[in-house]
Antibody, heavy 127, light 110 residues
Framework: QLQLQESGPGLVKPSETLSLTCSVSGGSLSTSSYYWGWIRQPPGTGLEWIGTIYYSGTTYYNPSLKSRVTISVDTSKNQFSLKLSSVTAADTAVYYC???????????????????WGKGTTVTVSS | QSALTQPASVSGSPGQSITISCTGTSSDVGSYSLVSWYQQHPGKAPKLMIYEGSKRPSGVSNRFSGSKSGNTASLTISGLQAEDEADYYC??????????FGGGTKLTVL
């Protein structure tokens, strides 16, 4: 059974870079059937899609975060990662990684939902 | 890209049916039959309940159903049960490989 596990520092200082890794177990990240994404949830509020990556390294970002976000993949470790730069208190949230099934037909593939989620990791931005 | 609009809260008694709406625009919900719904219990990760508008993943009760009319998608839960009490979020494909979530709805089972 596929499992996702987020890891990284729980506390980040303002203006620094938040770095998280999602480890995939029970299956390979290197498959054309799925994309892999990051979603966050600030305390007491709703979900926000951050971005998505394909195993080839192609990335897609939320326009509101695009200037600060980098998502990368390491297929040899079966992991993908999130970096969010210049963080502020507004970036305090639970960060989730998730699997996103690929839909559509060549050449128009797309993703529209998350079917497997990690348990989430809390990141606090504070000095 | 603005968040989809959901009611902050809905409630119902056991056995009843409730519907949660999710209103977007012609750029997201209205243009694609690609709305998904997630159930989230306190302190837990979201769980996929409906995808591509009306499809149910394996293992999800058939008491959960999804539909769409114009720019509004809906999640209906029939035969309400105590364990359905949770937060529910909609999510829509919004073009250009982007996704947008709703603000969430708290369901209370009376």
């Amino acid at each position: 059974q596929l499992q996702l596990q987020e890891s990284g520092p729980g506390l980040v200082k303002p203006s620094e870079t938040l770095s998280l890794t999602c480890s995939v177990s029970g299956g390979s990240l290197s498959t054309s059937s799925y994309y892999w994404g990051w979603i966050r949830q600030p305390p007491g509020t709703g979900l926000e899609w951050i971005g998505t990556i394909y195993y080839s390294g192609t990335t897609y970002y939320n326009p509101s975060l695009k200037s600060r976000v980098t998502i990368s993949v390491d297929t040899s470790k079966n992991q993908f990662s999130l970096k969010l730069s210049s963080v502020t208190a507004a970036d305090t949230a639970v960060y989730y990684c998730a699997r996103q099934p690929s839909s559509g037909y060549y050449p128009n593939y797309y993703y529209s939902y998350m079917d497997v989620w990690g348990k989430g990791t809390t990141v606090t931005v504070s000095s | 890209q603005s968040a989809l609009t959901q009611p902050a809260s809905v409630s119902g008694s056991p056995g009843q049916s409730i519907t949660i709406s999710c209103t977007g625009t012609s750029s997201d919900v209205g243009s694609y039959s690609l709305v998904s719904w997630y159930q989230q219990h306190p302190g837990k990760a979201p769980k996929l309940m409906i995808y591509e508008g009306s499809k149910r993943p394996s293992g999800v009760s058939n008491r959960f159903s999804g539909s769409k009319s114009g720019n509004t998608a809906s999640l209906t839960i029939s035969g309400l049960q105590a364990e359905d009490e949770a937060d529910y979020y909609c999510c829509s494909y919004a073009g250009s490989s982007t996704l947008v979530f709703g603000g969430g709805t708290k369901l209370t089972v009376l």
